[in-house]
C-alpha cells in the first residue's frame, strides 16, 4: 500500500479524474431522460444541476481542507470514532460498489442492442471486471495515467457530434419555457445522475500534489462536463425534434448515425466500442475508491485483498435488472435515495466536526 501513500496526482490528472468519473454513461442516456421531464428545456435542467454540482464539491473541498492529509475514511473515524466511522465508510464504499456495476449494466444494455451480441451478459461483465480489478490493484497512479489516456482518446468523439449539425434546425428548440420554470427545476435528478461519483474529491484530495488550485481545477471540470452535457442535449433536440427524442432510448447513439465519414461505416458502432474504455475508467475509479476505503478501515495493507474479493458485488448489481426499463428504474431510485444519502456525508460531518471541536 506504500505506492498509495505518495502525493501523485497532478493538476492535470485531477482533472482528468474528475472528467473521467462525471462524463461517462450519462450522455447516451441523458437527453431522453431530461426530454421527458423537462421537454425543451432540458438545458436549464442541465445547467442548474452544474451549478448545484459545483456547490456541492466545494463543500467537499471544505471538508477535505479540514483534514488535508486525511482520506474520507481516515477523517470519519476521527470524527465519528471508530465504530460509527466504520458503519459511515462501509456504506459509503457499497454505494460506490453498486455505481460501480450500474455504469457497467448500462453500458452493456447499450452494446447488445447495436451490436447483436448474443452471448450471456455474464461472461462480458467477468471479463470487464478483470480489467477492473488489475486497475484498482495497481493503484492511483494507474489510475491517474488511465484518466489522461482516455481522455486523449475520447476527445475526438465529442467533436464529431457537432459534424452534421444545422443551424436551421433551431426551431426545434422553441418555445423556450412554454410550461413555466417549475418542471425544468423539477427534473434536475435526471441530470443529477449522470453527476453521480464527484465525492471521489473526499478520497483523492490527500493526494493532489498541488492543493492552492484546488477549488479552481474542481470547477473547470465540472463546468467542462456541464457544458459537454448540455451540447449533447440541445444538438440531439435539434436534430431530432422532441418528440422523436422521447421516443427513442438512446438519441445520442441514433443521431450518431446521422454522421456520414467515408472511411467508417458505422460511426455509431465505433463510438460504442471506443466508449469501453470510458466505461471501465468510471467503474474503475468507483472500485478503487470502495476498495481503498475499506482499506483504510481495516488495514491498508488488505487493499490487494479488498481488490480481489469486492467484484462480486458490482457484478450482483449489474445483474439484478432484467431489461432496460428494470435498469432506469434501478438507477432513478439509486439516485433518489443512495445519492441523497452521499451528499449528505461531507455535511454531516463537517457539522458534527465543528459541534466536537475536532480538528
Request: glycine share 6%; net charge neutral; aromatic share 14%.
Amino acid at each position: 500500500m506504500k505506492k498509495h501513500e505518495k502525493k501523485d496526482i497532478s493538476q492535470f490528472q485531477w482533472i482528468t479524474i474528475i472528467l473521467g468519473m462525471t462524463i461517462g454513461i450519462g450522455i447516451t442516456t441523458l437527453p431522453r431522460g431530461i426530454a421527458t421531464e423537462a421537454g425543451r428545456d432540458g438545458w436549464f435542467s442541465i445547467l442548474l444541476s452544474t451549478l448545484i454540482v459545483i456547490i456541492y464539491a466545494n463543500i467537499c473541498l471544505y471538508f477535505s481542507r479540514l483534514f488535508p492529509d486525511k482520506t474520507l475514511a481516515q477523517s470519519s473515524i476521527i470524527i465519528l470514532g471508530k465504530f460509527w466511522g466504520t458503519i459511515l465508510i462501509v456504506i459509503y464504499s457499497l454505494y460506490a460498489l453498486t455505481l460501480s456495476g450500474l455504469v457497467l449494466r448500462f453500458f452493456m444494455n447499450i452494446a447488445y442492442v447495436y451490436l447483436d451480441i448474443q452471448y450471456p451478459m455474464v461472461f462480458h461483465f467477468i471479463i470487464i471486471l478483470s480489467v477492473i480489478i488489475y486497475i484498482a490493484r495497481n493503484g492511483l497512479s494507474t489510475l491517474s495515467r488511465l484518466s489522461e489516456l482516455v481522455l486523449f482518446y475520447t476527445l475526438p468523439l465529442f467533436i464529431l457530434f457537432l459534424i452534421p449539425v444545422s443551424l436551421d434546425k433551431h426551431i426545434n428548440l422553441l418555445p423556450v419555457f412554454e410550461g413555466g420554470i417549475v418542471e425544468p427545476v423539477k427534473a434536475i435528478q435526471e441530470p443529477l445522475l449522470a453527476f453521480l461519483g464527484i465525492e471521489i474529491i473526499l478520497v483523492f484530495y490527500p493526494y493532489l500534489n498541488k492543493k492552492e488550485d484546488d477549488a479552481k481545477l474542481t470547477n473547470i471540470a465540472i463546468i467542462i462536463t456541464g457544458l459537454i452535457y448540455t451540447s449533447i442535449f440541445i444538438v440531439s433536440l435539434m436534430m431530432m425534434g422532441l418528440e422523436q427524442l422521447n421516443l427513442t432510448y438512446w438519441p445520442f447513439i441514433e443521431y450518431l448515425k446521422i454522421i456520414d465519414i467515408a472511411v467508417i461505416e458505422r460511426i455509431d458502432t465505433l463510438f460504442i466500442h471506443l466508449w469501453l474504455g470510458k466505461v471501465i475508467l468510471v467503474s474503475s475509479i468507483q472500485y478503487f475508491v470502495a476498495t481503498f476505503s475499506l482499506a483504510h478501515i481495516t488495514n491498508k495493507d488488505y487493499h490487494d485483498i479488498w481488490s480481489l474479493v469486492a467484484w462480486p458485488i458490482v457484478l450482483f448489481v449489474a445483474l439484478v435488472p432484467q431489461n432496460v426499463p428494470e435498469t432506469e428504474e434501478f438507477a432513478a431510485n439509486f439516485t433518489l435515495y443512495g445519492g441523497g444519502l452521499v451528499i449528505l456525508i461531507p455535511i454531516l460531518l463537517i457539522i458534527t466536526c465543528k459541534l466536537r471541536g475536532v480538528r
